[in-house]
């Protein structure tokens, strides 16, 4: 049964050394958050600190909260703890089943030592960030997770959100970088994205190229379905005719368009900005997801 936990506690060492060796980058109560994400980013930052209370005034007692569902678990925000002998002593989410557990003997050979040295990190009296993937439990997806933590008498306690979608600048750096490489290498790059190469291919981020003599999809960062289809009769689910949208914007001099897409990390149709860019005979275009509006 061990081995079914080895991949997520790979991560889980990876991300404390992480953690452990990153220089503090804000100290309570405004830890940096993403733009877009800073109500989860306060939350986060009021759960570990109200964490660390309750850990300052009962001791180990209140591991056993934090490990409940309850008072320490906000959606999917929850508080984990780990000891500097490298042992799993509270989780309020999936980690739970590695509670009690010594993580480094399930660890490779080549991160146990990695990861024995950044449990020895000193105590700190900041709040720190950084950020990784983990399995969101609400929807079984692997996501980027921001996490705040603080090293308390010899423990590591964090808490972290979920990022699910990516930021305006995110996306524009990944055109920049799309459009430069179709530039000097059309063939090779599309090739690429078509093999879904991580360069192009970030979180819910991922490009497509249309081939403006042809009106053919050449390219796609996430759907291979969509290959070679004529670009102006693409649609959204709704029956919009996403494709049209995009040459108009084309066609005026625009940067960009908007529109309902799925968000491959979610799953769900979401609003959708996507920028697009003239190289040659070459549309290419990255999008990123708008923050749902809830009422």
């Not at 995110?170 to 190469?197: F, G, W």
């Not at 003239?278 to 997801?289: D, E, I, T």
Request: glycine share 6%; proline share 6%; no cysteine.
């Amino acid at each position: 049964m061990l081995m079914n936990f080895k991949k997520p506690v790979m991560i889980a060492a990876l991300t404390m050394a992480a953690l452990f060796t990153t220089a503090a980058q804000a100290t309570s109560p405004t830890p940096p958050s993403e733009p877009g994400y800073e109500q989860q980013a306060a939350s986060a930052a009021q759960l570990l600190h109200k964490a660390v209370a309750a850990y300052r005034e009962e001791g180990s007692a209140a591991f056993a909260r934090f490990s409940r569902q309850g008072e320490f678990v906000d959606g999917d925000q929850y508080v984990y703890v780990v000891d500097e002998n490298g042992y799993m002593l509270a989780s309020g989410g999936p980690s739970a089943a590695l509670i009690g557990r010594d993580i480094r003997p399930l660890l490779d050979p080549e991160l146990q030592e990695a990861f024995a040295s950044a449990l020895q990190q000193p105590d700190s009296d900041s709040v720190s960030s950084a950020e990784y993937r983990w399995m969101n439990w609400n929807d079984g997806k692997v996501e980027r997770k921001h996490v705040f933590y603080q090293k308390v008498d010899g423990k590591t306690f964090a808490v972290g959100y979920y990022l699910p979608r990516s930021s305006e600048a995110a996306a524009k750096a990944l055109l920049d970088d799309a459009a430069a490489a179709i530039e000097a290498d059309p063939s090779a790059t599309i090739n690429r994205i078509n093999r879904l190469d991580p360069e192009f291919n970030r979180d819910d981020l991922y490009v497509f190229v249309v081939d403006m003599d042809s009106m053919s999809m050449v390219a796609h960062g996430y759907s291979r379905r969509l290959l070679n289809i004529h670009f102006p009769e693409l649609k959204n689910r709704d029956g919009a005719r996403v494709g049209e949208q995009i040459l108009d914007a084309v066609e005026a001099g625009q940067d960009s368009v908007t529109y309902s897409w799925p968000n491959p990390v979610t799953e769900r149709p979401e609003e959708k900005k996507t920028l697009i860019r003239k190289v040659g005979n070459y549309l290419v275009a990255v999008g990123y997801y708008q923050e749902p509006v809830t009422e």
